[in-house]
């Protein structure tokens, strides 16, 4: 394995992880994070986490960026991996900082594109998958923050057009606080 | 200096980067970089770069997004670093994807929070900095084709309230093409 020593490379100005054994620098940057509030009849579609972390938590299909992706591209493909949706992306619903994790969320409402099947199903990251109304959202099984954070955006936007992405709440502007209750058990 | 080898690590489905003397893996994720269309008085504020690549062209104060910090502190940070300037952040004008270099950008459009002073000055990564009415913008010179979709962007939403973030262009959607002309000789 790599041993990694923090020190500030030659014409940087900060620290960055440099491998002891080959010079490789491990920049630590931020990650992005691609997703989406999938909707149909006014319920939202969900995924029980079948990994780590929060194994057995709700989350939005949502996972990282990849390399030469879009972000349209990307929540596409997480729909797919993650719920076996096919989804169509009306537009930016949110944009959060988590500057605890250096993640960017990128976060699209999307419909399915197969009106009226609407087929879904768990992908091999979830333990099962289902549509939820309002009042039927697993509260108490939220995977993160920023999923509830998610869910807020969609209910505060309504069905109509989008307007400008919403940011993180107010009381959690750079995105450092952890869970409450269980996930806070957690570390999350 | 660290080899690195393209393969599948265990427990991976796609191809990376891995130190051939480590074990390392070296993910290639895409980059953060955030940046603003700085306005004052219907002129907008744009560097010259002293850096490569581009060397010589206008930009707009932008770059990448550092561990730790929000969009909007990183945006703010650039622009202090490029151009001296404190800006105060209207929101987000724009997210685009540059599939091609694995950038996604989100460009926000700002104000000077000194009014009515408006400090400004070339940063250790610009030759010179100024505010330039539309239709002196040195649109010959520009340093990237992203500077002017956010610049188009800027141009089509006007001075009033933000809407939905403007995405890329209907010609580019991918973020794939390179500049044409001077820039297409630079390799970009």
């Keep these: 394995m790599a041993r990694f020593v923090r020190r500030i490379p030659e014409g940087d100005n900060r620290e960055r992880l440099v491998c002891a054994d080959c010079d490789h620098i491990a920049y630590e940057i931020p990650k992005v994070v691609v997703g989406s509030v999938v909707v149909a009849d006014g319920a939202v579609l969900m995924c029980r986490r079948a990994i780590e972390p929060r194994t057995g938590y709700w989350t939005l299909p949502a996972g990282y960026l990849e390399l030469g992706e879009t972000i349209e591209e990307g929540a596409m493909r997480e729909a797919r991996e993650e719920a076996q949706a096919d989804i169509v992306l009306d537009g930016i619903l949110a944009v959060f900082s988590i500057a605890r994790i250096g993640q960017v969320q990128v976060i699209f ?80």
Excluded: K
Aim: aromatic share 10%; no cysteine; proline share 14%.
């Design 109 to 188: 409402r999307a419909r399915f594109a197969d009106e009226p099947t609407r087929h879904f199903a768990p992908g091999p990251e979830s333990l099962e998958v289902g549509m939820f109304a309002w009042d039927a959202i697993p509260w108490d099984s939220i995977a993160f923050p920023s999923v509830r954070w998610a869910l807020d955006a969609w209910r505060q936007s309504g069905p109509g057009p989008l307007g400008p992405p919403v940011g993180n709440p107010a009381d959690d502007r750079r995105g450092t606080r952890r869970m409450t209750g269980p996930a806070q058990e957690a570390g999350l």
